[in-house]
C-alpha cells in the first residue's frame, strides 16, 4: 500500500466530498460509488456478475493452462462461483455444522458425537478401576450444507474420553470419533474448470467501459470490491485495490525462451472519473523458484497528457529464471478506496513463446460493442405497447462497430440473425446474399444493417424479448480469435419502459443548495411517449450511493401530465432514505393507487433536503433531451451545457404483463434446463431437474438445417460441428418445446 500524508488524506477527501455533495453548478455528473450489476444476488443473471456464496466452505481447483494464453474478454474466463450444492462440480468432503450453546457459539475443535463418552479411573498396573459417563450436553446445531438453515437440539456427548491414572501427575484424553463439529473445514471440493483462466473476480469484465477497444469486453480495474461496493466508502485514501491473478501456466516446456507477454491497456475510458497522479495500474510476474511476486510493469497517470480514447499496448519478456511450471502472472491497481473511481481497463492478454518484444498487430476481425438495441428510442418497453404498431418502434437501420486489427486490409462480410424464439429458427436474416467489404488496416468499421421486418408478437416467449445475433466472418486471414466475431443483443419487450442499458457509468444530481426559495427543494423529471393512455402502477429507479449521511433525506414520488404549474397528477411521500439495493441495484416503488397516464407524462421526484438523489447515468445512450430538472419545480430545464450526454435510470412500470403463451402453460422451462460450458469447443453438458419430461434432442444451424438428433443424454459430443451458432431444440413428452443458444467456438 502506498503511504499518504494526512495532509493527503484530507485532500482526496475533500475532492470526494466535492464531487458528490457540494456541486457548485445546478446540476452535475459524479462518478459512480457502487456497481449495480455486481451486487451479490442469489444467482448469477447478468453476464460478468461477481458472487461469493459461503466461499470459505469451497476449494476450487484450477486446471494449469499451457501456452499459448490468448484472453480478448470476449468470453467470461473468470471463475464462476457456486451457488447450488446440488451443483455436479461438487464433491463433498465432509459435513460441517454451526453449533450453538445456550445461543452462544461453540469454538472449541473438539466436537460432540452421539455416543456415550466416559471418565476413567485407572490403577498403576493399568486396570480399570472405575468407568463413568460424562453427562450429556444439549446444543442446537444446523448443517451448513443445506438451505434453509434450521437449528435443532440435539443430547450429545463431547467427543473424547477422560483418562485419571493413579500415580501419575496430570491426566490425559482420547479424542472419539466426532459426528459434529463447529464450521471450521472447507467442505467442498469443485472440480478444475478448464474455462477459467483466473482464481478471482475482483476486476470487473464488462463492453461498457472501454473507449474504441481493439474486442469487445474489457477488464476494469477500479476502488470497488468484487460485490460491487467501496472497499472503504468512510475512508476515501487510496488504496491497493483490485486484483486479477490467472491460474498457473506451464512455461517449463517452452522450447524457445523467448517467451512475450503482451496487453493493451487504458486509462478513464468512458468513465468521467481519470485515474490521478498517485494511483497507479501494476503487472506482477510469480517466481516458482523463489516463491515470490516481483513487479514487471506498472503505470502512474500522467495528468495533463494522456489519451482516454486510446488502448495502448504493451509487450515485456518473461524471464527465463520465471519460466517454469506453474507461472503466474497478475494485475493490481491502486485506486481511491470510495468507489468507482480511477479507473483503468485492459484487453487482449496474449503470451506465447517464439515472440519478439516488438509491438504486433493481431490477424483478429473483432466486434468492439454489444449489439445495438432493435428499438428505436428503448432498451425496453412494454409488448402492449409494441404490438400497438411495430412499425414505429423498430429501427430502420441498425450499426454494429467492427475493429480490423490486422496490419493488411481484410475482407469482410456481416450478417444480421433474428431467431424464432419460440422455435429457435431463424426468422428474419440480413443481407440474404453475402456483401462483401475491405476493410484497410487497423481500423474501425461501422456496418450498417436494415431491419426491414416487424417481429410478431406471438413470436415472443414468455421470456419477454427476442434477440438479434450479429456475425463477421473473413477468408483472407487466419481469424485469431473467433469468439468475438459475434454479438447478440436482446429487446426486452415487459411491462415497463427503459432508455438505459442498464449499466451506470455515472450519477446524475440536482444541487438542493441551489433552490431559489432557499428550502432545499431539487426537481428531477424523465419524459415518456407512449401510443396510448394507460395504466402506471409505480416506477423502479438506481440510486448511486453517496459517501455522505443521506439518512434524513426525503423525497416525493411525482408524475406529471406536462411541466407547468398544474400539471402533477400524482404524488406519493416516501419516509425511507434511499437506498442501495434490488435487483441490479434498481429499487422498485409502488403508487398506493393505479394511475391514468396520457400519451406524453413525465415520471421523478421532488427531494427534499441538503442532499441531492443521484439517480444512475448510462453513457452508453443519449436521451438528455428527455431529462429535466428544476430548481422551484414550475422552471425546468434539459441538463447543462456541461453535462455528458446520457440516460437517466428512471423507468417507469405499467400494468402486469400478460403473454399469450405463459410459463403455466410451457412444459418445458427455462431454469429447469442447464447447458454448459456455452461456448465450448468440445463437450457440451445438459441437466435437467426432471429428465423424464424430455422425449428428444434436435440441434439445428443458422441456415435451419437438423445437425443432429438424439434422445436426452446428460452430454453431447459437438466437436465435430464447425464453430458458428447453433439451436438446441428440447422436445418434451407432452410436445411442448424449449430452445436454447449454444455457441461452438473450434
Not at 377 to 388: G, K, L, R, S, V
Amino acid at each position: 500500500m502506498i503511504p499518504y500524508s494526512m495532509f493527503q488524506k484530507f485532500s482526496l477527501f475533500l475532492v470526494f466530498i466535492s464531487l458528490s455533495l457540494i456541486a457548485v453548478s445546478q446540476d452535475y455528473l459524479v462518478a459512480p460509488s457502487s456497481n449495480p450489476m455486481l451486487f451479490k444476488t442469489e444467482e448469477d443473471k447478468s453476464y460478468g456478475r461477481k458472487l461469493a456464496v459461503f466461499e470459505t466452505n469451497f476449494n476450487y481447483l484450477y486446471d494449469t493452462l499451457d501456452l499459448p494464453f490468448i484472453d480478448d474478454f470476449s468470453v467470461n474466463h473468470f471463475p464462476k462461483r457456486i451457488t447450488d450444492t446440488s451443483d455436479s462440480r461438487l464433491t463433498r468432503d465432509s459435513i460441517a455444522y454451526r453449533i450453538l450453546i445456550g445461543n452462544a457459539v461453540y469454538r472449541r475443535d473438539i466436537g460432540f458425537t452421539t455416543d456415550s463418552t466416559f471418565s476413567y479411573v485407572i490403577g498403576v498396573l493399568g486396570d480399570t478401576i472405575s468407568r463413568q459417563a460424562n453427562g450429556p450436553i444439549t446444543i442446537q446445531v444446523t448443517n451448513l450444507t443445506e438451505l434453509p438453515r434450521v437449528y435443532e437440539d440435539v443430547s450429545v456427548f463431547q467427543a473424547f474420553n477422560y483418562y485419571d491414572t493413579l500415580g501419575v501427575a496430570g491426566d490425559s484424553t482420547a479424542n472419539v470419533f466426532a459426528l459434529y463439529r463447529q464450521d471450521s473445514l472447507i467442505y467442498y471440493t469443485v472440480t478444475a474448470n478448464p474455462n477459467d483462466f483466473y482464481i478471482d473476480r475482483f476486476a470487473y469484465l464488462n463492453n461498457t467501459f472501454g473507449l474504441n477497444p481493439p474486442s469487445i469486453g474489457v477488464v476494469t480495474f477500479d476502488g470497488l470490491d468484487d460485490f460491487g461496493l467501496p472497499y472503504d466508502f468512510d475512508n476515501p485514501i487510496t488504496v491497493l485495490a483490485d486484483e486479477m491473478t490467472s491460474v498457473p501456466i506451464n512455461l517449463g516446456n517452452a522450447s524457445d525462451t523467448n517467451v512475450y507477454f503482451s496487453f493493451f491497456y487504458q486509462p478513464m475510458g468512458i468513465s468521467i472519473n481519470k485515474p490521478e497522479g498517485q494511483d497507479s495500474l501494476v503487472l506482477e510476474f510469480y517466481n516458482v523458484l523463489t516463491k515470490r511476486w516481483g513487479s514487471v510493469w506498472n503505470t502512474i497517470l500522467d495528468t495533463n497528457n494522456f489519451d482516454p480514447d486510446s488502448f495502448i499496448q504493451v509487450v515485456r519478456k518473461v524471464p527465463v529464471t520465471s519460466q517454469q511450471n506453474g507461472f503466474q502472472f497478475r494485475f493490481k491497481n491502486y485506486a481511491n478506496s470510495s468507489g468507482g473511481f480511477d479507473q483503468w481497463h485492459i484487453d487482449y492478454l496474449y503470451m506465447d513463446q517464439g515472440r519478439t518484444g516488438d509491438i504486433i498487430a493481431f490477424d483478429d476481425l473483432a466486434y468492439m460493442y454489444d449489439a445495438p438495441s432493435m428499438l428505436k428510442d428503448y432498451y425496453a418497453m412494454p409488448y402492449f405497447h409494441y404490438i400497438n404498431d411495430p412499425t414505429i418502434y423498430m429501427k430502420d437501420t441498425v450499426y454494429s462497430r467492427v475493429k480490423n486489427n490486422a496490419d493488411e486490409k481484410v475482407e469482410v462480410v456481416n450478417f444480421l440473425t433474428i431467431p424464432d424464439t419460440t422455435t429457435g429458427m431463424p426468422f428474419y436474416r440480413f443481407p440474404l446474399t453475402p456483401t462483401f467489404n475491405f476493410l484497410p488496416a487497423e481500423i474501425a468499421f461501422s456496418f450498417e444493417d436494415e431491419v426491414n421486418f416487424e417481429f410478431p408478437i406471438d413470436k415472443v416467449d414468455s421470456a419477454g424479448f427476442f434477440e438479434s445475433i450479429f456475425d463477421i466472418k473473413t477468408t483472407t486471414i487466419s481469424d485469431f480469435i473467433s469468439s468475438n466475431d459475434t454479438v447478440i443483443s436482446r429487446t426486452v419487450l415487459d411491462n415497463y419502459y427503459a432508455y438505459d442499458d442498464g449499466t451506470a457509468e455515472a450519477g446524475y444530481g440536482v444541487n438542493p443548495d441551489r433552490s431559489q426559495n432557499n428550502d432545499f427543494t431539487a426537481f428531477m423529471a424523465v419524459q415518456f411517449d407512449i401510443p396510448f393512455s394507460d395504466t402506471l402502477e409505480g416506477f423502479r429507479t438506481y440510486f448511486l450511493p453517496q459517501g455522505i449521511d443521506i439518512t434524513n433525506q426525503k423525497f416525493i414520488l411525482t408524475v406529471w401530465s406536462s411541466l407547468v404549474p398544474g400539471g402533477i397528477i400524482y404524488q406519493k411521500p416516501v419516509t425511507s432514505a434511499p437506498f442501495y439495493s434490488g435487483v441490479n441495484g434498481f429499487i422498485d416503488y409502488s403508487f398506493d393507487t393505479s394511475i391514468v397516464v396520457p400519451t406524453s407524462f413525465y415520471i421523478g421526484f421532488k427531494a427534499l433536503g441538503r442532499n441531492s438523489l443521484n439517480i444512475g447515468y448510462d453513457l452508453n445512450t443519449n436521451h438528455r433531451d428527455k431529462i429535466y430538472f428544476s430548481q422551484n419545480g414550475s422552471e425546468w430545464s434539459n441538463p447543462s451545457a456541461g453535462i455528458e450526454d446520457g440516460s437517466l435510470m428512471l423507468r417507469p412500470v405499467f400494468r402486469t404483463r400478460l403473454f399469450d403463451v405463459g410459463l403455466d402453460n410451457r412444459g418445458l422451462l427455462d431454469d429447469e434446463i442447464k447447458v454448459y460450458p456455452n461456448p465450448t469447443n468440445s463437450v457440451l453438458y445438459l441437466k435437467s431437474t426432471d429428465d423424464t419430461k424430455i422425449k428428444q434432442l434436435q440441434m439445428f444451424d443458422l441456415t435451419g438445417k437438423l445437425v443432429l438428433e438424439s434422445h436426452f443424454k446428460n452430454q453431447l459430443d459437438l466437436s465435430a460441428l464447425t464453430k458458428g451458432i447453433y439451436f438446441l431444440r428440447f422436445i418434451g413428452q407432452d410436445a411442448s418445446q424449449l430452445t436454447k443458444k449454444i455457441i461452438v467456438s473450434n
